[in-house]
T-cell receptor
């Protein structure tokens, strides 16, 4: 069982909806990540939080809004998405940004935008 | 621009065969190369290779890093059906901690 928990596992939303993806870890990790993975493609980095501060934003459109309320939680707020945003969204954590090799991934949230 | 290329894209082998997966990379200020296994959803960490650790082994899996020729190999010996997965290679640069660039992956299917 993964130690990074993501909810919901599946989400279907319309282009005018507002929804959120949630991620939680209790390993004491101080770096958390959002990745986007399209079918048959590798994961692509979206955001990195280090010690609850946004440290990397890979030029992600503003319709995706990350939030890190505390060191255990990471949210991704979604608003006015497009059908091409449909993908598997993976959350990950590591002890620190310096220890990326030991990334622990959640099982992902499968998002479908209609 | 940094680049990670994996080959082959896919392969099918019989149980007991040995599999060799390749990953070549171009990255400025190389820091580490990582291998992950992705079965259904979450990628799981296999190995990390750096300048100070160019060879790793765990059970039937092993990996080497050639920093001169800029490639890595992942070997799986005595394959089992449970080894069926996508194997992802990723590199990290020392000036962008926390940012992994993944290759397209190699899909391995092990048949009984």
């Amino acid at each position: 069982d993964t130690e990074v928990t993501q909810t919901p596992k599946h989400l279907v939303m319309g282009m005018t909806n507002k929804k959120s993806l949630k991620c939680e870890q209790h390993m004491g990790h101080r770096a958390m990540y959002w990745y986007k993975q399209k079918a048959k493609k590798p994961p692509e980095l979206m955001f990195v939080y280090s010690y609850e501060k946004l440290s990397i934003n890979e030029s992600v459109p503003s319709r995706f809004s990350p939030e890190c309320p505390n060191s255990s939680l990471l949210n991704l707020h979604l608003h006015a998405l497009q059908p091409e945003d449909s993908a598997l969204y993976l959350c990950a954590s590591s002890q620190d940004r310096q220890y990326t090799g030991e990334l622990f991934f959640g099982e992902g949230s499968r998002l479908t935008v209609l | 621009e940094d680049k990670v290329v994996q080959s082959p894209l896919s392969l099918v082998v019989h149980e007991g065969d040995t599999v060799t997966l390749n990953c070549s990379y171009e990255v400025t200020n190389f820091r580490s190369l990582l291998w992950y296994k992705q079965e259904k959803k979450a990628p799981t960490f296999l190995f990390m290779l750096t300048s100070s650790g160019i060879e790793k082994k765990s059970g039937r899996l092993s990996s080497i890093l050639d920093k001169k020729e800029l490639f890595s190999i992942l070997n799986i010996t005595a394959t089992q059906t449970g080894d069926s997965a996508i194997y992802l290679c990723a590199v990290e640069a020392s000036d962008s901690w926390g940012k992994l660039q993944f290759g397209a992956g190699t899909q391995v299917v092990v048949t009984p």
